[in-house]
């Protein structure tokens, strides 16, 4: 018997895998596909202070093995997130983590506040990649001392366990990962997308209107699984891992890297069932690798 | 609770330039099929499904009738693929055209632009069986692009414009379609230069239109696929909203 | 008539597609394919110092869409490559480019002094994705005053246009190539790879011998694109673009985005025709899209 | 010039556990081929190719065949392929086992683990016609493994050894083989745990082993295959100095 269950700060689920934040809205469409309380977990769309519309369309664009996504945070706004979809989601029996966006430090204290009046939440992922308005749109998540302030500000204030969500755009991940780390962060989720463009040959501009977009899926996994190599050495923090899983074999590949539980976005939308299908698949690689439980595999990697 | 369904090929065929109508076996999909809805089509390799509206089904076949052209790398597969094939598919996604408060003997007219004229196809026979009489205007770029043009007529009156007069009238279908004519309503289904113009044209008449826009996951989850409407809520979601909204509702 | 020639500092090509660094070794391989003047350049594998033994193996893995490497800069040491492998490359009517690479500032130096010598050579590529030894291993190609420094001193010495090659594993890539454009490069190639890792499911290790490697391939190319769009309207140096060039579709995208020229690396061991392919095919592309010449195309993506 | 070649697979067949032969069709490859080469595989959606040696030739009928096990996706992808498909190879790449010094009547060993028999087979049948004889030695994982047997038996005395002892002796192939026999030289491929093996069991005999490392280009251009050797140059690239070298030359 295969032991999937996995215990993080706030998160105490019976297998680790999650889908990941903006990649299943608030569950609604997917609980049409198959019952959510097969999930370890449920990472929510990010929440900001007020309804936010988004970008113009097109917001999407296919590339090798993976997309581009612009969506803009298009969002009803926290106090309409808490007041109908946690309610929602808050039927089956599955943690919720509710993803925080800002453009502002204000605003993220804002969400977490409001958050804080919800007795369905498990945890807030703190999504830094957004840029600062304050300060001439710097993005949090690329800037260890804003990333650093946001976190401790937030955390000054949440009821519930904050886990950063790292951005791979930069060049030094372990340094950030620290930086949230000293901030109080009780967790880290990682890889957010890499900023992409492609550009549409017959109208010769960026093919996303706001030109440049997030890359996601398969093509980015070996630079997700390089970094949470990295970070899950350099910090004592639980890791939440993610980056173009699609099966049950790119699962253990992240909890080897250092993953304590993992996240899958884009597969969604290939296929609406990959989340249950892989934690159906997860015991039997497990076992076929030699593991009988999942917190046995996380790390094996790492030198000895 | 919805599925991914496996669209089974029996026939792919080539009945204009660039246009493939496939015909594809599935019971479930055939029987719960709407005009206007869509069907979300997995190909190997890519990351993304394909949205493709459905042209007819024959329910006692079973089947679901596919007509798309061919603009890349995604549509070149899908026309490249031998008969028996299993597509994975999800659908029939979206709000077809509202039909119900329509009455027998109504009129209606339908505009019809490239390869926005299939879905129009199965709402033309499917008001047919309801005793609702269909005039069309379709409109293509050209001779060599026309399809469908005698399954439409058997339907009702038709008009083929074509934007090099190689066939037709020459123009665009708004050169044809009149303010007012007998018609109680209108359906539009184009790109969205025509639908813009359409819209426009009729503004005075009641009118749905149908949209296209580069899609996630196709059900409502990702938030790719949205138009601004009047509403305070404003964008909507084509892939779950739509793609089908009335003409009063959305600004193009 | 389509005008696929191309002006840069140093390099007057026929058209505007090399093989990139390292995927090409010093052409006699290929030279047995096809006839290398069908080349618009030729940029060949790293020159050090002294020869390099390179890493242990395994040296390559595959990814979705792409491939990692770690082949540790394997090399016979810059004066060998002068005397053996440049008069090879001399036969042909094609210019040759030098890749650079050093572990110290001096040993940049010492190899761009013996490139020198030969007559041969029309411009350098210096590769700064190198760790630094003297600054605890930190890649002078991540850190603006190293590189600007670096850049500098080869500047200096070398009688020939010096490229300077960007490495992508970076927060700021614009910050990057004002810092070298000060120090007086002549142009920029980008992107080089972005640091992965892949881990042997079975073995429970990193899969590459060196543990991380470098992400190439069709995977990259978005990266690349928002890179080269970033840059070109930064700095008013000329740009060798590459990452995942596969097509001659590929190429134009590279063009539109800002790209002078373009190099093409991993495609050519799939393919080891793909240069001359694409080169073939640019023609029909461009007329396709509306273009008379090469140059036309460059930076018409850019917002007017 | 070198050139991509097309191989027209005419046959595919399961020999054993996870084993697959394939008979593909080029005159090129078959007539240039020496046993030890290989050719390299282009495969559908992978950036990589895939080594596979040669395991026989029969110019008259223009054809190569390739042996191999499925290890991954690109072996499972290839084992599925249809008969008829058209692979895309560079090739014969490499230098095969030397055997010019040889001469009539000469008595040769050969040592074969798993997927390194193939390779053998070729230079079997090779040595053979050249009137040289052949002892062989063949190791297997167990029983369902083994392939090849009665086809090396036609060539010359053949021993299989299988390391669960499901089939022939128990063990490995360095428990068989013996430091000093009648033969003059003898030709290793196998995994690397058994040629280091074999090349310490018979240090005393001129011998020549063949590799596998995971590769770029395939053809000496990347620099991604390399064996450490004993010259100062060191490093030698087994795409393009190999696969085979002295068992003298290399450090293992
Ligand atoms: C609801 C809906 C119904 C549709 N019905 C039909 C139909 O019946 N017949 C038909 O020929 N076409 C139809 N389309 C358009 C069709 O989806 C695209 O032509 C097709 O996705 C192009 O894919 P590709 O790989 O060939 O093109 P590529 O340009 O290679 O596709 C790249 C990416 O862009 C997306 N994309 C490109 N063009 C469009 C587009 N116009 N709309 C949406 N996504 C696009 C693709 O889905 C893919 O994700 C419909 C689109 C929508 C949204
Ligand atoms: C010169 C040479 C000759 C070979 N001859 C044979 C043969 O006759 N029969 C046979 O069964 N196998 C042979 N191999 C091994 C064969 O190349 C691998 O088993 C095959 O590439 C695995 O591909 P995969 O996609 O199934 O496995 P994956 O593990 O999915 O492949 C992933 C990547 O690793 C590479 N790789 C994995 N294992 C090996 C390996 N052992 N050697 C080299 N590359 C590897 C693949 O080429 C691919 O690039 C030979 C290898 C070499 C170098
Ligand atoms: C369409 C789309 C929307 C996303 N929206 C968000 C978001 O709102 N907040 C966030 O933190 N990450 C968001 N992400 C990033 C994903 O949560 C995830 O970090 C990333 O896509 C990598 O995982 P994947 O390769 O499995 O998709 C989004 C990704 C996609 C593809
Ligand atoms: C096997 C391999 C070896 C490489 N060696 C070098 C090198 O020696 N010097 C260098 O500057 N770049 C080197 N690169 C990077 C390439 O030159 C190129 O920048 C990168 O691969 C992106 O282009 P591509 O996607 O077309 O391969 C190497 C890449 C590969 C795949
Ligand atoms: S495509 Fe995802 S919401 Fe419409
Ligand atoms: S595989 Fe490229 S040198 Fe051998």
Chains 1, 3 share one sequence.
């Not at chain 1, 609980?31 to 970008?55: C, W």
């Not at chain 1, 993803?99 to 804002?110: H, M």
């Not at chain 2, 990351?47 to 007819?56: H, Y």
């Not at chain 2, 113009?197 to 009118?207: E, F, P, R």
């Amino acid at each position: 018997m295969i032991d999937l269950s996995v215990d993080l700060p706030g998160l105490s689920m019976k297998n680790p895998v999650m889908p990941a934040s903006g990649c299943f809205s608030f569950g609604r469409e997917y609980s049409e596909f198959y019952n959510l309380n097969k999930l370890g977990a449920v990472i929510m769309k990010a929440a900001t202070g007020n309804e936010r519309q988004g970008n113009p369309t097109p917001r999407v664009a296919e590339t090798a093995s993976g997309m581009l996504n612009a969506i803009g945070l298009q969002n009803p706004g926290v106090e309409k997130i808490v007041e109908t979809e946690v309610p929602f989601l808050a039927q089956y029996a599955v943690p919720i983590i509710a993803n925080v966006a800002g453009s502002t430090i204000e605003e993220y204290e804002k969400v977490a506040t409001v958050l804080n009046k919800s007795a369905n939440i498990a945890a807030i992922e703190l999504n830094i990649s957004c840029p600062n308005v304050k300060e001439g749109g710097i993005q949090f998540g690329t800037n260890p001392s804003m990333a650093k302030e946001v976190t401790r500000r937030v955390k000054a204030i949440s009821r519930f366990p904050v886990y950063v969500k790292l951005s791979p755009n930069v060049t030094n991940i372990v340094e950030m990962a620290k930086a949230i780390e000293e901030a109080g962060a009780d967790g880290i989720t990682m890889i957010n997308t890499l900023t992409g463009m492609k550009i549409d040959l017959a109208t010769k501009q960026p093919l996303i209107a706001n030109k440049t977009g997030g890359l996601s899926g398969a093509a980015v996994q070996p630079i997700a699984i390089r970094m949470i190599y990295e970070v899950s050495q350099a910090v004592s923090l639980p890791i939440i891992g993610m980056g173009g899983i699609e099966t049950a074999e790119d699962v253990l590949e992240f909890l080897l890297a250092g993953a304590d539980a993992v996240a899958i976005g884009t597969a969604n939308f290939n296929n609406p069932l990959v989340c249950p299908e892989v934690i159906a698949d997860l015991p039997e690689v497990l076992k076929q690798y030699g593991f009988s439980s999942v917190k046995e595999a996380v790390g094996k990697a790492h030198s000895v | 609770m919805k599925k991914k369904e496996k669209l089974k090929l029996i026939s792919s065929e080539k009945l204009a330039k660039d246009t493939v109508e496939l015909v594809l076996r599935n019971d479930y999909i055939s029987r719960q099929a709407e005009p206007g809805q869509f069907v979300h089509l997995a190909l190997a390799h890519h990351t993304l499904r394909r949205p493709i509206s459905i042209a007819e089904t024959d329910q006692t076949a079973g089947t679901v009738t596919l007509l798309f052209k061919i603009v890349g790398e995604g549509t070149r597969l899908l026309a490249s693929l031998p008969v028996g094939t299993e597509i994975d598919a999800l659908g029939p996604n979206g709000n077809g055209f509202p039909i119900s408060k329509l009455k027998t003997g109504d009129s209606v007219l339908l505009v019809g632009g490239g390869v926005g004229v299939p879905p129009l196809y199965f709402l033309a026979s499917a008001l047919k069986k309801q005793g609702i009489s269909v005039q069309s205007v379709l409109g293509f770029q050209e001779k060599a692009a026309v399809f469908y043009e005698a399954a439409f007529q058997e339907l009702g009156e038709t008009q083929i414009v074509t934007n090099d007069g190689s066939y037709g009238h020459q123009g665009f279908v708004t050169d044809v379609i009149k303010e007012n004519d007998s018609t109680v309503c209108y359906y539009s289904c184009g790109p969205l230069p025509m639908l813009a113009a359409v819209q426009k044209k009729l503004k005075h008449k009641q009118g749905y239109l149908s949209f296209e826009e580069r899609m996630g996951c196709g059900i409502g989850a990702c938030y790719a696929c949205v138009i601004p409407t009047k509403e305070e809520t404003s964008y909507k979601k084509i892939c779950q909203d739509g793609p089908v909204f009335a003409a009063s509702e959305v600004i193009l």
